[in-house]
Protein backbone atom coordinates (compact mmCIF):
# COMPACT_ATOMS: atom_id res chain seq x y z
CA UNK A 1 0.00 0.00 0.00
CA UNK A 2 3.00 2.48 0.62
CA UNK A 3 3.93 2.18 -3.00
CA UNK A 4 1.31 3.14 -4.66
CA UNK A 5 0.78 6.18 -2.44
CA UNK A 6 4.83 6.80 -3.17
CA UNK A 7 3.88 6.35 -6.95
CA UNK A 8 0.79 8.53 -7.40
CA UNK A 9 2.59 11.53 -6.23
CA UNK A 10 5.56 10.86 -8.21
CA UNK A 11 3.08 10.55 -11.50
CA UNK A 12 1.74 13.46 -10.70
CA UNK A 13 4.95 15.48 -10.22
CA UNK A 14 5.80 14.53 -13.92
CA UNK A 15 2.65 15.51 -15.33
CA UNK A 16 2.46 18.83 -13.19
CA UNK A 17 6.23 19.35 -14.95
CA UNK A 18 5.25 18.46 -18.28
CA UNK A 19 2.37 20.65 -18.40
CA UNK A 20 4.93 23.20 -17.00
CA UNK A 21 7.46 23.07 -19.66
CA UNK A 22 5.06 21.93 -22.47
CA UNK A 23 5.57 19.75 -25.21
CA UNK A 24 8.21 22.36 -27.20
CA UNK A 25 5.51 23.93 -29.04
CA UNK A 26 6.43 27.09 -28.36
CA UNK A 27 3.40 29.23 -28.49
CA UNK A 28 3.33 29.16 -32.39
CA UNK A 29 0.59 28.34 -34.66
CA UNK A 30 2.10 24.91 -36.58
CA UNK A 31 4.26 25.63 -39.30
CA UNK A 32 5.16 29.24 -38.23
CA UNK A 33 8.08 30.38 -36.35
CA UNK A 34 8.82 32.77 -33.36
CA UNK A 35 10.24 36.33 -34.67
CA UNK A 36 13.90 36.29 -34.80
CA UNK A 37 14.46 32.64 -34.44
CA UNK A 38 15.91 29.71 -37.25
CA UNK A 39 13.21 28.28 -39.02
CA UNK A 40 11.66 25.29 -37.52
CA UNK A 41 13.45 25.42 -34.28
CA UNK A 42 11.07 26.01 -31.43
CA UNK A 43 8.87 22.66 -31.62
CA UNK A 44 10.41 18.91 -31.50
CA UNK A 45 9.37 18.26 -35.07
CA UNK A 46 11.64 21.61 -36.10
CA UNK A 47 14.69 20.31 -33.60
CA UNK A 48 14.26 16.89 -35.49
CA UNK A 49 14.45 18.71 -38.82
CA UNK A 50 17.35 20.69 -37.99
CA UNK A 51 19.30 17.12 -36.60
CA UNK A 52 18.43 15.43 -39.46
CA UNK A 53 19.53 18.07 -41.91
CA UNK A 54 22.90 18.20 -39.99
CA UNK A 55 23.17 13.99 -40.34
CA UNK A 56 22.43 14.67 -44.25
CA UNK A 57 25.30 17.30 -44.77
CA UNK A 58 27.80 14.91 -42.65
CA UNK A 59 26.93 12.41 -44.49
CA UNK A 60 27.71 14.44 -47.67
CA UNK A 61 30.72 15.90 -46.81
CA UNK A 62 31.84 12.69 -46.15
CA UNK A 63 31.26 11.32 -49.01
CA UNK A 64 33.03 14.61 -50.97
CA UNK A 65 35.73 13.60 -48.31
CA UNK A 66 36.12 9.70 -49.79
CA UNK A 67 35.78 11.41 -53.23
CA UNK A 68 38.23 13.21 -52.75
CA UNK A 69 40.73 10.64 -51.73
CA UNK A 70 39.96 8.08 -54.01
CA UNK A 71 40.40 10.85 -57.08
CA UNK A 72 42.43 13.26 -56.07
CA UNK A 73 40.49 16.27 -56.09
CA UNK A 74 37.23 17.71 -54.43
CA UNK A 75 33.93 16.65 -56.04
CA UNK A 76 32.60 19.95 -58.22
CA UNK A 77 29.07 18.93 -57.50
CA UNK A 78 27.22 16.23 -55.25
CA UNK A 79 25.51 14.97 -58.15
CA UNK A 80 29.52 13.45 -58.40
CA UNK A 81 29.45 11.48 -55.21
CA UNK A 82 26.63 9.72 -56.53
CA UNK A 83 25.90 6.49 -56.93
CA UNK A 84 30.08 5.93 -55.91
CA UNK A 85 30.11 7.40 -52.83
CA UNK A 86 26.33 8.37 -52.10
CA UNK A 87 23.41 5.85 -52.74
CA UNK A 88 21.01 8.88 -53.65
CA UNK A 89 21.37 12.78 -53.03
CA UNK A 90 19.95 13.28 -49.56
CA UNK A 91 16.83 15.77 -49.36
CA UNK A 92 16.51 18.20 -46.32
CA UNK A 93 13.66 17.72 -44.37
CA UNK A 94 12.97 21.50 -44.15
CA UNK A 95 13.40 21.62 -48.12
CA UNK A 96 16.48 23.30 -48.35
CA UNK A 97 18.97 22.55 -50.78
CA UNK A 98 22.77 21.71 -50.55
CA UNK A 99 25.49 22.87 -52.24
CA UNK A 100 28.88 22.06 -52.17
CA UNK A 101 32.45 23.97 -51.53
CA UNK A 102 35.03 21.58 -51.83
CA UNK A 103 33.81 19.15 -49.13
CA UNK A 104 31.97 21.70 -47.08
CA UNK A 105 28.00 21.02 -47.81
CA UNK A 106 25.71 24.27 -46.96
CA UNK A 107 21.90 24.04 -46.57
CA UNK A 108 19.69 27.16 -48.08
CA UNK A 109 17.13 26.62 -45.12
CA UNK A 110 20.04 25.64 -42.43
CA UNK A 111 23.51 26.79 -43.06
CA UNK A 112 26.33 24.88 -42.20
Known amino acids: ?3 TILVVPAVF ?3 IAMLAVGCG ?3 QPAGETAPGAQAGTSSPVGQAEVAACAANRRAISSAAQQY ?3 KG ?21 SGGTYTLSGTRVVCSVHGS
Not at 79 to 93: D, G, K, N, T
Open 13 to 15: LVV
Open 68 to 70: QAV
Open 73 to 93: QAPSSIQQLVPEFLPSIPACP
Open 25 to 27: GGG
Open 1 to 3: MRR
